[in-house]
Nanobody
Framework: QVQLVESGGGLVQPGGSLRLSCAAS????????IGWFRQAPGKEREGVSC????????YYADSVKGRFTISRDNAKNTVYLQMNSLKPDDTAVYFC???????????????WGQGTQVTVSS
């Protein structure tokens, strides 16, 4: 069964850090671009970061640039999103997705996880 499972979300104070994991089962992540998306209450889902399958190129939305880092561990079939200096505006459900094309176009992604809640609040 093809599946992506996110973990690592939770409640954190402003300025804190979290590391999200996206673990794949039923397929190998090596051959896929991986994207992280988020959806805040009342807002549309938006692309946060992505990493290519070929050369490891990365992209970050301006809102998270310098604070978030995406990485992949092909041996563990897992992609990570390290989130530092978190802000209340980062509060959202975070989703990972796997697809053939690198970018933030959601329709390019074939497999999606169920999401993990990140809440940044004091």
């Amino acid at each position: 069964q093809v599946q992506l499972v996110e973990s690592g979300g939770g409640l954190v104070q402003p300025g804190g850090s979290l590391r999200l994991s996206c673990a794949a089962s039923g397929f190998t992540l090596d051959y896929y671009a991986i994207g992280w998306f988020r959806q805040a209450p009342g807002k549309e889902r938006e692309g946060v970061s992505c990493i290519s399958s070929s050369d490891g190129s990365t992209y970050y939305a301006d809102s998270v640039k310098g604070r978030f880092t995406i990485s992949r561990d092909n041996a563990k079939n897992t992609v990570y999103l390290q989130m530092n200096s978190l802000k209340p505006d980062d509060t959202a459900v975070y989703f990972c997705a796997a697809g053939a094309f690198w970018g933030t176009t959601q329709s390019d992604y074939t497999y999606w996880g169920q999401g993990t809640q990140v809440t940044v609040s004091s």
